[in-house]
């Protein structure tokens, strides 16, 4: 069994104006057009992964300020400190070296150091260390270490800045020892039933330790055994802060959601029969796509729906149309009030999890690619017809599929997703997304 290693969580937290958004395209580079690609949904550019040296993680906007009056950035900045500080590993502190040093800084500053979080000092717009060394260093008069002076516009500095948040999470990795137990992660809209769910499968009102102030990190994990196998389930319902900023509000519930599916091989997303699927859901369900998690759609409080015989198909049409991008999704209605239906939840936990960790042995994959192309001829430009020579799985959680081909750029989405498709028909692979990856081989070799 590999080892589980979860990818630590970097959030950017400052005021308005400090260059967090230059920081963020800055380090994730053209990766970030990957987290916009996923077809039917659009969303802010919250998260994105980077990669230093041989250390991944995923970087989290803690989400904009609007600057209106000076008690208003404060006290979003403070919202914004308590996402990073609930969710983050490591917490990057921006500041901006031509504003100097502000009140709004200091108190934020205060919040950070008191949460025991590693905090990483970053002073920004710091284009020539000479000329600003003196005015970097009033920066430590906030009392969270040394300040690393960068500028995010000319990518200067961003080495060191890396080096000193990598070196604060590689004391994590040990803990993350072998774990068969299936993760599971809860999460949804607030008050979609999360915990009722969970409380229901524990039949104890288990989860009640998520109001009380400061217990909430990131997620709450709950095992639950089942016919003698272990789950853990990451519910995210700690969401009642005391936030009157609504946008806020929805903002850390996307930053919340990405920590949890991040520990998770399983998705269970749920929505509410009664209000229906919203784009919040889609939001949401983006993420668990993104991440190659495999993915159930629970459609709760099934129990207080008027029904007729065409109710379950309707429903069933809506939740496809709006997560258009995740056919794959398996979905299942539930009612965590009654519990109706839970047991069968299990069944398909037990399935896509399965699904999501299987592997295809590479001759059959090549028999299934032969006869679709013999099917189907694959596209031609300019007289050059795509060839695919031979495809392998090299992956799996989620599965992921090497195609060599002649060239490339011929190999278009539409004909990927066929072949997907022709493999889906043989395998069904329900509940988890396939990963593709198209590579060219010289046409010589072949020949």
Same mark, same amino acid.
């Given at each position: 069994m590999a080892k ?7 959030? /950017? ?9 230059t ?10 057009s990957?987290?916009q ?13 980077v ?9 989290i ?8 009056? #000076?008690d208003?950035?404060?006290s ?6 308590q996402?990073a ?14 504003q100097g ?18 905090v990483?000092?970053v002073?920004n717009?710091?284009?020539s260390?000479?000329k ?9 008069n ?11 516009v000319?990518r ?8 000193? /948040? ?20 809860i ?5 979609v039933?999360?915990?009722s ?40 319902a ?10 806020q509000?929805?903002?850390y519930?996307?930053?919340?959601a990405?920590?949890?599916v ?20 889609a939001k ?7 991440r190659? #998690? ?5 459609v709760?409080?099934?129990?207080? /729906?008027?029904k007729?015989d ?19 999704a ?6 965590a ?17 399965e ?6 042995a ?12 013999a099917?189907?001829?694959?596209p031609s430009d300019?007289?050059k017809r ?14 992921t599929?090497?195609?060599?081909v ?7 989405f ?5 072949i997907?498709?022709?493999i889906?028909d ?13 590579r060219?081989?010289?046409e010589?070799?072949?020949?």
């Open positions: 589980r290693s979860r990818k630590p969580i970097v959030a /950017v937290v400052g005021r308005p104006n400090v260059g967090k958004s920081l963020f395209n800055a380090l994730a580079g053209e990766r970030i990957i987290v690609d996923t077809p039917g949904i659009t969303r802010d550019r919250i998260y994105t992964d990669t230093w040296l041989d250390r991944t993680f995923t970087l906007d803690t989400g904009g300020i609007e600057p209106d009056s #000076k208003i950035i404060l979003q900045m403070r919202a914004q400190a996402i500080i609930d969710t983050a590993d490591v917490i990057i502190f921006l500041v901006d070296v031509k040093l502000v009140d709004a800084d200091d108190k934020v500053a205060d919040m950070l150091r008191r949460s025991r979080k590693p990483v000092l002073v717009k710091v284009d260390v000479n600003y060394s003196a005015d970097v260093f009033e920066f430590y906030l009392g969270i270490g040394e300040p690393h002076p960068i500028s995010a000319n200067l500095g961003l080495g060191d800045m890396l080096e000193e /948040v990598i070196s604060h999470f590689s004391k994590e990795a040990p803990e993350e020892e072998e774990d068969e137990r299936t993760r599971v992660a999460v949804g809209k607030p008050n039933g999360k915990s769910l969970i409380n229901k499968l524990l039949g104890e009102e288990r989860l009640i330790v998520s109001d009380i102030a400061g217990t909430t990190r990131d997620a709450v994990d709950t095992e639950i055994v089942r016919n003698g196998k272990e789950y853990v389930f990451i519910d995210t700690g969401l009642r802060r005391k936030n009157k900023i609504k946008e509000l929805e903002h519930m996307i930053v919340r990405v920590g949890a991040e520990r998770a091989d399983i998705v269970v997303l749920i929505i509410d029969a009664v209000e229906g699927v919203s784009e919040q859901d949401i369900a983006g993420i668990a796509h993104d190659g #998690k495999a993915v159930i759609i629970a709760n409080k099934w129990d207080a /729906v008027e007729d065409k109710t379950i198909y309707r429903v069933t049409e809506k939740v496809r149309n709006v997560l258009s991008y995740m056919p794959y398996e979905i299942i209605f539930i009612s009030l009654t519990g109706q239906r839970l047991g069968k939840l299990f069944e398909v936990i037990d399935m896509v999890s699904n999501h960790a299987m592997r295809v590479t001759g059959v994959l090549n028999e299934i690619m032969a006869e679709a192309v099917m189907q001829q694959p300019k007289g795509l060839k695919l020579y031979y495809i392998t799985q090299v992956a799996v959680k989620p599965p599929f090497v195609i060599f002649n060239k490339k750029e011929l190999m278009h539409s004909y990927t997703r066929y997907e498709n022709q889906r043989t395998f069904g692979f329900r509940g988890t997304p396939l990963r593709f990856i198209i060219e081989r010289n010589e070799k072949h020949s």
